[in-house]
């Protein structure tokens, strides 16, 4: 793993901690807006991982199913929890406040942590949190 991928995927561990506080306050627009950042920066760390980076949201949504998705070596559905988050967090951003629901932020958190469980198992696992979550 290399540095900068180390540090994509502390932040994805860091927005998914984020994302569950806000789901737990009722924040729900908020809590799937830093579930899609914790995916995207799993994604990003993946497309690093090959030397790739993208400037836009969509093209590193659209390389990370082109190299990664596609070829088989991550299943097709997170390609899928992407897209969905992508859409969750504009509506959380930008739609009327109640365009995300409690459903909608729980489900985009479960995805959060799978990117997270699955770049563990193929990119390599974090460092430990110390005990207060850091």
């Known amino acids: 793993m290399t540095e900068d991928q180390a540090e994509l995927l502390e932040a994805s561990r860091e927005s998914v901690r984020a994302s569950r506080l806000l789901l737990d306050g009722g924040f729900f627009g908020f809590s799937a807006s830093r579930s899609y950042y914790a995916m995207f920066y799993v994604a990003q760390a993946f497309l690093e991982g090959i030397e ?5 949201h ?15 070596q991550v299943p097709t559905a997170f390609h899928r929890y992407l897209l969905e988050a992508h859409a969750a967090r504009h509506d ?23 990117f997270l469980d699955l770049a563990a198992r193929l990119i390599g696992p974090l460092s430990p949190q110390d005990p207060t979550g850091k």
């Open 52 to 56: 790739l980076a993208f400037s836009r």
């Open 58 to 72: 969509s093209a590193t949504i659209s390389g990370f199913a082109q190299h990664f998705c596609m070829t088989g």
């Open 92 to 114: 959380g951003d930008y739609g009327p406040w109640d365009a995300v629901t409690q459903r909608m932020a729980e489900e985009a958190l479960a995805h959060a942590e799978a």
